[in-house]
């Protein structure tokens, strides 16, 4: 058995789940669509085959769930995965590749191209300049957010949408239609728009949109030296800087208050970490489950949107306070849209790392001696996302993934 720091690699994910019920079903729906290359999938699904089939329930929350040995599984929307170490030094810095993220071309429609890089190839300026001179317009259907500070140079931080317009859904759909992902004899149409979205996986896609275009909303991430993140973010419950890697209550960027999670997102990590810690008791001979993996109230929860080529490189979620920390209190991530190839190691070097791949539903947790586990995600899997979520929720191209810690 294959240990991170003391971890056994079967720990560090566990499905539970009811859209692809099994492993099994998760490696055929891959092949499905064209993943059978992905190199690491069949030790994923072995890996996890152990521990999800004894938790396969009709459970209509989450679809995989993966946790640390101690604790993954997934939401009928999520997964969840760990990393682990005793070195501090993995910062996200990993995750910069300001070189190659292009324009946010899905999204400009109703946004100013100009406050995109149109060249890679050359730094940004750095923030403290563009906020004297470039004020990023706010505009999304013709409003602006709203509550900036008055009186204040911050720099505006333009809407992100990560849903389509009506129209941009529409021509999505028609150009990938779920014909486009069968696989012959394997399934029907009739087979795959029978499978019914969870409403779950629904109404996270469509709170984050909801919020995600209204203050403290998604934004581009980046750092003082004009480099940005392969991604779009929105915190909730308290900011997360990439820069000073702090948490605060008001986001430096533009001085906005993280919106609030919402009371149904911390229902469902609630559920997450009872199901995984009945999955423990389940596979172990522990007294205390909890010694393993501990309960949690979230009151932070990062959600990053990833366009198709979108990355993080690998890091330590560490700074959450120390007691947290130290306690292992638990990361729980869900996954919803285009699958993602999710690394995880005890170092930061990604070409030696282990790999899984999370899909839409997939909720990952990991907690107790995982927590500093270094993680990342290396590649969004382009045209994997459920259909059916897309056509509900007009998600655009790309992974949408939510961890929720404790402070
Ligand atoms: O997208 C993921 O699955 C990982 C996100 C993550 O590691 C983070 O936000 O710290
Ligand atoms: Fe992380």
Redesign the pocket.
Known sequence: MKEINGISKDNVSVKLGQRRTLDVNGIRNRKHLGFEHQPNASVTASSNTGCSSSVMTNDSQFSNMYMSKQAKKSISDM?V?C?ETSEGSAV?AGSLEENEFPPDVDCTRMLEESSLPTSFGKREPSQSKKAKSVIHSLKFGGTIRSNYPKNKSYARVKVFDICQSEAEAEEFIRLRSPVDFLDEAEETVDELCKEQEPAQRVSIVKKCRELGIGPGGFYRPGYKDGAKLR?H?MCLGLDWDPQTRKYRKRRQIDRCKPPAIPPEFRCLVDKAILDSLTLIKRGSTVSNAEDILPRMNPDIC?V?F?SEIGR?GL?Q?RDESTESVTKGLP?V?F?LGDS?E?LYADHRNENKAENVI?ESGDV?IFGGQSRHVF???SSIIPNSAPHILLQETKLRPG?L?L?FRQY
Do not use: E, K
Request: glycine share 4%.
């Open positions: 997964s995965s990393s996200r991604l973010m990062i990053n990833y993080l890091h979620d990361v991530s996954s993602a999710f999370l990952l993680h990342g995600i992974r993934n961890t």
